[in-house]
């Protein structure tokens, strides 16, 4: 059952959104080291080309998502216009987010629309780079990413995604998972901060061997949005 927000502004299905590599090296503070030669799962992919560019770069990445279940095709029109709609909610809501790190709306949606066109070219050109699945199960082996990043699904969709739901996804996200897998916002798609979920959670995993950190990012879209989760290996 959907919460709906005091001020009534309830966003419908999950937005594909196209963030680019410079959006994830900024939200994830990734070095060239992070990425030249690692393993590294992209879940929710969505229609970000942060895949087909860290490729070029030599980092071997898979991304997952649940669209990735329809025709190359359709992937390389929707992911236009699906982002699309993201941009529109974010222009709709400019109060709720800091322009500085793209200028303005307008350069925002330039970036967007670029790397939505560059993950369509990619999905057609080298469709083995993107799975279709969903979390709380992903189809890997254990251990099978250096690096996992995971943007705008978790804390995120939070009216719909119960804290049961992200616990599980998160001990999936580290089981697939060698290295570090970071988190980023923490915060829901209104902007709304969720410290006794992440709070919850820390627990649990720490309760499960799985120790955790708060890193600063070098990012803020929503306000106060300025800091990732960090999954550290398990003891
Ligand atoms: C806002 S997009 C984020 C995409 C990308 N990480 C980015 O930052 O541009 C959210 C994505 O989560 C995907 N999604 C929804 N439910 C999911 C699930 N259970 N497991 C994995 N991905 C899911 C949606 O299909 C959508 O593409």
């Not at 001020?7 to 990425?35: P, T």
């Not at 006794?196 to 929503?222: C, M, N, Q, S, V």
Request: proline share 5%.
């Amino acid at each position: 059952m959907m919460k709906h927000h005091a001020d009534g502004e309830v966003l419908g299905e999950f937005l594909v959104s196209a963030r680019s590599l410079a959006e994830y090296r900024a939200m994830f503070h990734l070095s060239d080291d992070d990425l030249t030669g690692r393993r590294i799962l992209d879940c929710p992919g969505g229609a970000a080309s942060f895949t087909a560019e860290a490729s070029t770069l030599g980092a071997a990445v898979t991304a997952v998502d649940p669209i990735y279940a329809r025709s190359t095709t359709e992937l390389s029109v929707d992911a236009v216009t699906e982002n699309d709609r993201a941009v529109a909610w974010a222009a709709a809501n400019a109060h709720r987010y800091r322009w500085d790190w793209y200028g303005s709306p307008a350069g925002h949606a330039a970036i967007r629309r670029g790397a939505a066109r560059r993950f369509a070219d990619d999905v057609r050109a080298e469709p083995h780079r993107y799975i279709a699945a969903s979390l709380p199960e992903l189809p890997f082996p254990d251990g099978s990413f250096d690096l996992t990043l995971s943007s705008h699904l978790l804390f995120s969709y939070a009216d719909r995604l119960d804290a049961d739901f992200h616990l599980s996804a998160l001990l999936e996200l580290s089981r697939v998972t060698e290295g570090e897998a970071r988190l980023y916002p923490l915060l829901d798609y209104t902007g709304a901060p969720l410290d006794d979920l992440i709070d919850h959670l820390r627990t649990e995993l720490h309760d499960k061997g799985i120790p955790t950190a708060l890193r600063k990012t070098h990012y803020e879209f929503h306000h106060g949005a300025d800091t990732m989760l960090v999954l550290q290996p398990a003891t």
